[in-house]
């Protein structure tokens, strides 16, 4: 009887623990891009451009402004949108630049009581001009907290 | 020898089952609902013999809550009910006894509302927003492993205690914006959970 008892405090004690809500999350979920060309046995490899500026049309802010050895870029899609549009220029010729248009669906994705809601994508479309760019395709059209090797590849002339 | 004989001729009335039922509420419950900003609940339970040893349960209630983090506020409100058995270990000392410790089984589930929802969906680039996350409904079920003690302290009057454990049946009901407090089942975030009881209840009846 009286372990019975003592078995009963333990419990009242463990049920006087709460845990709080606490998150650690990554707090926006970025599509990756990486940039590619093909080599002489015509194998897509990776590639690092020099002098790139890269920013989105609807935005003031620049992924990356004159930067050299730049293969990837990690983008934040504007969840009240369904297209953005991405621009590349190189340095060296400023009037060679090439839009790169991502069509894409959001839905809001319940993490956790700590963490909220955050946006998921699905790109369902991608299109570009080939002044510099020879081909664009979706690699893996799921946006979500697991960042993905690769979303979107673009290969270069 | 003569009385001995006389002894074993007496017939002992036979248990019917709900001869003798007992009806209360979870005075802790009060207590802290009483001293809690985030939810309030009524427990209620209803036993009734059915065998010398063992005894039906039923158990209900409700609450409602508020959840509050950095990221989601919503509110619910619950109602649930629970049913089982307590298996007695001890045989009654005397005619009538009704003190002793048991274990047993419950089957519960609840109901559950929650208002509308606020999101605060944090964006670095583009800017944190607020999103209304649209009201639902549902019910969720558990099982539940308890033990116990009941006390007659006064004629008919009974103190006791439950210890509890829980775990979720169905739980993808519950995933999305889990309430703080669930009736009947209590932080649905934990699972499994533990809880505990203490009862105030009225018995009445043929011992």
Redesign the interface.
């Known amino acids: 009887?009286k372990s019975?008892h003592l078995?009963?405090l333990f419990?009242?004690l463990?049920?006087a623990c709460?845990?709080n809500?606490f998150?650690i999350q990554p707090?926006?979920v970025k599509t990756v891009v990486r940039f590619k060309h093909m080599d002489s046995a015509n194998k897509k490899v990776d590639l690092s451009i020099n002098n790139i500026t890269i920013f989105l049309t609807d935005?003031s802010?620049l992924y990356y402004d004159d930067i050299s050895g730049v293969n990837q870029v990690q983008l934040?899609l504007?969840?009240n949108s369904n297209r953005q549009e991405m621009v590349f220029k190189q340095e060296e010729a400023p009037f060679l630049s090439d839009t790169v248009a991502i069509k894409f669906e959001s839905t809001?994705h319940?993490i956790s009581?700590?963490?909220?809601?955050?946006?998921y994508f699905k790109l369902t479309e991608l299109s570009s001009s080939h002044h510099l760019i020879q081909e664009v395709a979706i690699t893996s059209a799921s946006v979500t907290e697991s960042i993905a090797s690769e979303n979107i590849e673009i290969i270069f002339k | 020898m003569a009385q001995a004989d006389s002894a074993k001729n007496v017939s002992r009335p036979t248990l019917k089952r709900f001869d003798y039922v007992r009806m209360g509420f979870d005075a802790s419950k009060l207590i802290a609902s009483a001293l809690s900003k985030e939810y309030s609940t009524i427990e209620l339970q209803l036993d009734g013999t059915y065998t010398k040893k063992m005894n039906v349960v039923a158990e209900g209630g409700w609450a409602n809550a508020k959840t509050n983090t950095a990221s989601v506020s919503f509110k619910t409100s619950s109602a649930f009910l629970r049913f089982g058995f307590d298996n007695y270990f001890f045989n009654p000392e005397f005619l009538g006894d009704k003190d002793n410790a048991f274990i047993g089984l419950r089957l519960g589930g609840a109901r559950q509302n929650k208002t509308e929802a606020t999101a605060h969906i944090i964006d670095p680039f583009y800017g944190s927003r607020d999103s209304l996350i649209t009201k639902n409904a549902g019910t969720v079920f558990w099982i539940e492993l308890t033990a116990g003690f009941r006390m007659e302290v006064m004629k008919n009057i009974f103190l006791g205690w439950n210890i509890r454990g829980k775990t979720f049946i169905n739980p993808k009901k519950i995933e999305e914006l889990t309430p703080s407090y669930l009736a009947g089942y209590g932080n649905a975030s934990k699972q499994p959970a533990f809880d505990y009881n203490l009862y105030v209840l009225y018995g009445f009846g043929r011992r």
């Open positions: 009887m019975l078995l009963f419990i009242l463990l049920g709460v845990k809500d998150c707090s926006a935005s802010y934040y504007r969840p809001l319940f009581n700590g963490c909220g809601y955050q946006y």
